[in-house]
């Protein structure tokens, strides 16, 4: 039986972290994700693994990635500015085809910005984020328990692609407390890591982890090798909640903690009798297109809603069909920028057909 | 007839790509003879840096982790504390370690980290082309100080080998050069040492080897090696800085 746990998100990562057989974690603090260090110093150590408080974001990151070129299952977490420090490493590890789990608690930004909630760093997440055209997953919880289950799929997910895989929630579900059922780690079949280093052995041929390609070709193949996975990646992984679409007229649309927001919204709009369906995309990258072409064959009307001025309603507009209309309403990040539901039901009023 | 020469067996039978009259070859051959002496070659992991010294895979018939620019300190942190049993080593230049990487080493080295560093001082950086690196000489002309290295707005040359010996997490801390058959027997020797540290535990061990660079301080091997010797060895003298163990 599976343990009923009443904790925060950021400690619910942690816990999935540790279910998943993740036994090393390096990471600096900041604001607002140091529960998931703080959780981990004390639980890493007695289970034989290693908790290192990094000098800095950039050596955190290179030390997943020398952990991860031996095969362990590791992790790291930051926040908006220390997540940009992290970008070389995460490059490196996307063109070494490393897998490796990075958590980002979002804050406002730019700059040192805020520690309230944001979804300002969609577009750092999903397009790669750091030098030479890299797509990393990224997946978007939206409650305590997604906390936990979408972690513990990320380090199958990146085990099984051979790329960093990120978890990309905000501020309000870091710090908020929820139950949550700590799942057993799922049996997913897992491909042979045939490629780690480990000393060669005698006898054995030598093995190298790097990302310079200098032959005749050998980069161009490589580009269009990891296309391929990403394309793989989008047939076989996208994940998504819909409501109340099959007779919508408009659908809301948003992820994280503002899903939730928008949840209570269209709740609001189905009891005024509107036809309001919301659709909450689980994977940000592969980001559900085919999912958001179908919806739009029937239902002509899209709301997007962020925490930003508006990044994710891009890949929205790119995956509906072309009579539809994609509107957006945003709250940049900041103090007293997270919207309530009355607020977005009254966006909802504005564009309902 | 006795054989009293031979390629070390863990370095590879074939050509580097070094300039002639660069060091890398002669440290390599050094590094792998350690190796050899300790018989560690199948439980090695070498991770390369940034600049000449990244081909280190073409080389090393050891497995090898290719890292950032600097980061090579972090990165066999993270292999050395995932598997504990190997032997992990950076191999890094002096913009790599020096310059962009400060911060990694000073940390690697600050934790004990039980790894061993091979630094390669050549003043220079060697594979972009001999700009101005942290160890560059006062008054050394390079390409990005044209007029020669200027204390006053470009600073010092950093002594690694010292200033790394006042780290408690040190076990070991030499400086080398590699310029006659004397100094490349202390060499061989000192590089042995620091393998020493790793194979019996004893702590962060760290190796400054001085090199000459013929093609970026355009001169000829002889008149480069003279270099070292009259030079460099000068400003960043050879020795023993620190040795806890005493091994």
């Known amino acids: 039986m599976s343990e009923k746990l009443f904790v925060k998100g950021n400690e619910a990562v942690a816990m999935a972290a540790i279910e998943a057989g993740c036994r090393y974690y390096f990471g600096y603090p900041i604001t607002p994700q140091s529960d998931i260090p703080e959780y981990l110093s004390r639980g890493l150590p007695g289970l034989g693994g290693e908790f290192i408080q990094a000098e800095s974001e950039i050596a955190a990151i290179n030390m997943l990635l020398g952990a991860s070129a031996t095969g362990v299952r590791c992790m790291t977490s930051s926040s908006g500015p220390g997540i940009s420090l992290k970008q070389e490493g995460i490059s490196y590890m996307a063109g070494s085809e490393l897998p490796g789990v990075i958590v980002d608690i979002m804050r406002a930004g730019p700059g040192l910005g805020g520690i309230d909630a944001s979804q300002a760093d969609y577009f750092q997440a999903t397009r790669g984020g750091g030098h030479g055209g890299y797509r990393i997953i990224v997946l978007a919880p939206a409650s305590v328990q997604e906390m936990y289950d979408l972690t513990m799929l990320a380090f199958d997910l990146s085990d099984i692609y051979r790329m960093p895989a990120m978890v990309l929630a905000d501020s309000v579900i870091g710090q908020m407390k929820e139950s949550v059922t700590a799942n057993p780690r799922p049996a997913t079949a897992l491909p042979d890591k045939d490629w780690v280093v480990r000393g060669r052995g005698e006898g054995q041929p030598q093995r190298v982890v790097k990302s310079l390609y200098l032959g005749d070709g050998e980069m161009e193949a490589f580009h269009w090798k990891m296309h391929a996975r990403y394309q793989e990646l989008a047939d076989r992984e996208c994940r998504w909640e819909d409501l109340e679409t099959g007779d919508a007229d408009l659908i809301v649309t948003a992820f994280g903690s503002t899903a939730r927001i928008a949840r209570t919204a269209v709740a609001m709009a189905r009891e005024a009798g509107m036809k309001v369906g919301l659709m909450r995309p689980i994977t940000l990258f592969p980001f559900p297109k085919q999912a958001y072409a179908e919806f739009s064959r029937r239902c002509k009307r899209f709301l997007v809603i962020e925490l930003s001025t508006g990044q994710m309603v891009d890949d929205v507009r790119l995956s509906v069909a072309r009579d539809a209309e994609v509107d957006f309403y945003g709250r940049p990040p900041g103090a007293g920028s997270l919207p309530t539901p009355e607020e977005l039901f009254g966006q909802i009023r504005k564009v309902y057909p | ?247």
């Not at chain 2, 032997?87 to 940390?107: K, M, N, R």
């Open chain 2, 1 to 247: 007839m006795r054989q009293v020469f031979a390629r070390p067996e863990s370095l590879k039978d074939v050509q580097t790509h070094f300039c002639p009259g660069c060091n890398h070859g002669s440290i390599h051959r050094l590094v792998a003879e350690a190796m050899d002496e300790f018989g560690i070659r199948g439980e090695t992991i070498g991770v390369a840096s940034v600049g000449c010294s990244v081909f280190l895979y073409n080389y090393f018939d050891v497995d090898v982790i290719e890292a950032p620019h600097g980061r090579a300190p972090a990165v066999a942190t993270g292999a050395k504390r995932a598997r504990p049993d190997r032997i992990v080593f950076t191999y890094q230049g002096d913009g790599d370690l020096a310059a962009i990487g400060t911060s990694e080493i000073i940390h690697a080295a600050n934790r004990g980290e039980a790894i061993t560093v091979i630094f390669v001082n050549n003043t220079t950086y060697g594979m972009t082309g001999g700009q101005m690196a942290p160890t560059t000489m006062v008054g050394q002309k390079t390409s990005t100080s044209p007029s020669g290295r200027n204390q006053a707005k470009d600073g010092y040359p950093i002594r690694m080998a010292e200033l790394l010996a006042q780290l408690e997490g040190v076990g070991f801390s030499a400086r080398v050069a590699v310029n006659n058959p004397k100094n490349v027997i202390q060499a061989k020797r000192m590089i042995k040492t620091a393998f020493r540290y790793q194979v019996e535990n004893k702590g962060f061990s760290f190796i400054e080897a001085l090199a000459a660079c013929p093609t970026n301080w355009g001169m000829n091997p002889l008149a480069a090696n003279e270099r070292v010797g009259d030079e460099m060895i000068p400003y960043f003298p050879l020795g023993v800085y620190r040795n806890t163990a005493n091994l």
